[in-house]
């Protein structure tokens, strides 16, 4: 399929981080109310830092390479760092999407922002 880089497949035929945190610090759950597709990321925090980040994502080929490769890009980053992980960023570590699939990328950076949200508003007692 030459629609999509090898990145792209590769990361949506073995998806790396797959799965849920039993007892995460931070959920964020998108969805696109276009294309129907939903994507939820689960974050474990220690000090200021991303321990572990998981995923969840019903949807298209790439948005489940999307949250992979999210998961993977902020896996051990600060959560500032991690914050600024844009779709522009995502798009371009794997190798580039089609123009109809960008969409797909703001899915992931999105549920990582919020799950990252989620923590923060729970630790300030929100
Ligand atoms: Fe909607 Fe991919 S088609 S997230």
């Not at 998806?15 to 039993?22: D, F, H, K, L, S």
Request: some cysteine; charged content about 25%; glycine content about 10%.
């Amino acid at each position: 399929m030459a629609f999509y880089s090898e990145k792209v497949m590769d990361h949506f035929q073995n998806p790396r981080n797959v799965g849920e945190i039993a007892d995460p610090d931070g959920v964020g759950e998108v969805g696109n109310p276009i294309c129907g597709d939903m994507m939820t990321f689960y974050i474990k925090v220690k000090g200021n830092v991303l321990e572990d980040v998981k995923f969840k994502t019903f949807g298209c080929g790439a948005a489940i390479a999307v949250s992979s490769i999210v998961a993977e890009m902020a896996k051990g980053k600060t959560l500032d760092e991690a914050k600024s992980i844009t779709n522009e960023m995502v798009a371009k570590e794997l190798g580039g999407l089609p123009p109809n699939k960008m969409h797909c990328s703001n899915l992931g950076a999105d549920a990582l922002r919020k799950a990252i949200d989620s923590y923060l508003a729970k630790k300030e007692g929100k």
